[in-house]
């Protein structure tokens, strides 16, 4: 008896959430309340203009000009687009969290009256405002209300940052404008030397101090810096005394050319803890930037030479030359094989774990510095060559007497 009327209890719950199930797959999707939507129909990649009055006192207008945002109030200037792509997109999607106080005595406890930052946008022809007041106690939220309705609602209070901007962070901050892919020309002038590198099909090659192969990463790094720091801020909106700024006689001067285009960027004297002071060439304003960028374009021209002794490395190459004092070993390595056998002075197989190892040190050193004067092959004490496995490329490395103690010491490089 007691195992039926556990039995029934059983299939009544079970009939109840099978009752529950059917009823909710009927159900329609809209009758799920949806939580209202502040600016219902707009469409972010429509708005025509945005006008932000930031709680610090600054009013930025910014157009839409073409495809681009253009900056046309308090100053003329390229906006930044990833800010406005921010403060368009979370208009267009903005909805109301709670409704607070349908009719407010006092919007000044909301921090509504003034609000603390507006955000007045042009959509289809139509202006269309936001004020934005002070956070909720438990900062979660923010008090908010548009001018043609009454009521006080709230909004998620990361939209603070998102909407509270000034005219500077609204500002593209682009330093130098150029086309990173189609740079072929690089040349970095300071107090010390002047640097000229140039493209050479995928590869970068030392014009000036010196004829070398440049290090592609260290090249690529500075053209990545140029095209990457940002301004810092705005010291002078149209300079008319450069040198108050150290731009008269620059620390450094970068001239980056793709094709028949140019852009140059001077860098001055330091504007405080951390920045310098830096012009574009073909602009007014003087700006401030992170002194990273000078100390990289300050390096020694050593630093942009390849280190890498050897192109060729271990796992592709198939054959080493060794002359030492007037007598040649020749390794190769067996086609289509990982034996390796020693063709002069005397034919015999070698020993493919000592080759390797050989091969890995070769391929593994590197300069630490450039030698200053020219050493003719009879001072040498030995060199070898390494070809890789089509025989396309042939690398040689002629290894020097010890360097003296006078040799040692730093020298500086020759103009």
Same mark, same amino acid.
């Given at each position: 008896?007691?195992? !039926?009327?556990?039995?029934l =209890?059983l299939l009544? !719950?079970?009939?109840?959430l099978?009752?529950?199930?059917y009823?909710?797959?009927?159900?329609e999707?809209?009758?799920q309340k949806? @939580?209202e939507?502040?600016?219902?129909?707009?469409?972010?990649d429509?708005?025509?203009? %945005?006008?932000v009055?930031?709680?610090?006192?600054?009013?930025?207008?910014? &157009?839409?000009q073409?495809?681009?945002?253009?900056?046309?109030q308090?100053?003329?200037?390229?906006?930044?687009?990833?800010?406005?792509?921010g403060?368009t997109?979370n208009?267009?999607?903005?909805? #109301? @969290?709670r409704? #607070?106080?349908? @009719?407010?005595?006092?919007l000044?406890?909301?921090?509504?009256?003034?609000?603390?930052?507006?955000?007045?946008?042009?959509f289809a022809?139509?202006?269309?405002?936001?004020?934005?007041?002070?956070?909720?106690?438990?900062?979660?939220?923010l008090?908010a209300?548009?001018?043609?309705?009454?009521? =006080?609602f709230l #909004?998620?209070?990361f939209? /603070?940052?998102?909407?509270?901007? $000034?005219?500077?962070?609204?500002r593209?901050k682009?330093?130098?404008?150029?086309?990173?892919e189609?740079?072929?020309?690089?040349? *970095?002038?300071t107090?010390d030397r002047?640097?000229k !590198?140039?493209?050479?099909?995928n /590869?970068?090659?030392i014009?000036s101090?010196v /004829?070398?192969?440049?290090?592609f990463?260290a090249v690529?790094?500075v053209?990545?810096?140029?095209?990457?720091?940002?301004?810092? $801020? *705005?010291a002078?909106?149209?300079?008319?005394?450069?040198?108050?700024y150290g731009?008269?006689?620059?620390?450094?001067?970068?001239? %980056?050319t793709?094709?028949?285009?140019?852009a140059?960027?001077? *860098?001055?004297?330091?504007?405080?803890?951390? #920045? !310098?002071?830096?012009?574009?060439?073909?602009r007014p304003?003087?700006?401030t930037? &992170?002194?990273?960028l000078l100390?990289?374009?300050?390096k020694?021209a /050593?630093?942009?030479?390849?280190?890498?002794?050897?192109?060729?490395?271990?796992?592709n190459t198939?054959?080493?030359?060794?002359?030492?004092?007037?007598?040649? *070993?020749?390794?190769?390595? &067996?086609?289509?094989?990982?034996e390796?056998?020693?063709?002069?002075p005397a034919a015999?197989?070698a020993?493919a774990k000592?080759?390797?190892?050989l091969?890995?040190?070769l391929?593994?050193?590197r300069?630490?510095?450039a030698?200053?004067?020219r050493?003719?092959?009879?001072?040498g004490?030995?060199?070898g060559?390494?070809?890789?496995?089509q025989?396309?490329?042939?690398?040689?490395?002629?290894?020097?007497?010890?360097?003296?103690?006078?040799?040692?010491?730093?020298?500086?490089?020759?103009?």
């Open positions: 008896m007691k195992g !039926v009327r556990s039995f =209890v009544a !719950v079970a009939a109840v099978a009752g529950y199930l009823y909710d797959s009927k159900r999707p809209g009758d949806k @939580q939507k502040v600016f219902a129909g707009v469409l972010s429509k708005i025509e203009r %945005v006008t009055k930031a709680a610090g006192g600054d009013k930025t207008t910014i &157009e839409k073409g495809t681009a945002w253009q900056m046309t308090p100053v003329a200037a390229a906006a930044d687009e990833a800010e406005l792509s403060i997109s208009l267009a999607s903005l909805e #109301v @969290q409704v #607070v106080d349908e @009719q407010p005595a006092d000044k406890e909301y921090g509504l009256d003034p609000a603390r930052i507006e955000v007045t946008f042009k022809g139509k202006d269309q405002k936001l004020l934005l007041g002070q956070k909720t106690p438990t900062g979660s939220d008090y209300k548009v001018p043609d309705k009454p009521r =006080v #909004v998620s209070s939209l /603070d940052s998102t909407f509270d901007k $000034s005219t500077f962070a609204l593209d682009t330093i130098l404008k150029i086309d990173r189609k740079v072929d020309r690089v040349e *970095i002038v107090p002047t640097l !590198v140039a493209k050479q099909g /590869d970068w090659r014009a101090p /004829d070398a192969r440049a290090d990463g690529e790094g053209i990545g810096r140029l095209n990457t720091t940002p301004m810092k $801020s *705005i002078a909106p149209d300079a008319a005394d450069l040198k108050e731009l008269d006689k620059p620390a450094a001067t970068v001239h %980056v793709s094709g028949s285009a140019q140059g960027l001077a *860098i001055g004297k330091s504007a405080g803890e951390g #920045v !310098v002071y830096a012009k574009d060439l073909s304003i003087v700006f930037i &992170e002194t990273a100390d990289e374009l300050k020694p /050593d630093d942009f030479r390849v280190k890498d002794l050897f192109d060729a490395r271990a796992f198939t054959r080493i030359e060794i002359a030492r004092n007037g007598q040649t *070993i020749t390794l190769e390595k &067996e086609k289509g094989k990982e390796w056998k020693q063709l002069t015999k197989p020993d000592k080759v390797e190892a091969l890995t040190a391929t593994s050193v300069a630490t510095r030698a200053r004067r050493c003719g092959r009879r001072k004490r030995g060199h060559t390494g070809r890789d496995p025989g396309h490329r042939r690398t040689e490395v002629t290894c020097l007497s010890r360097p003296t103690a006078s040799s040692r010491r730093p020298q500086r490089s020759r103009r």
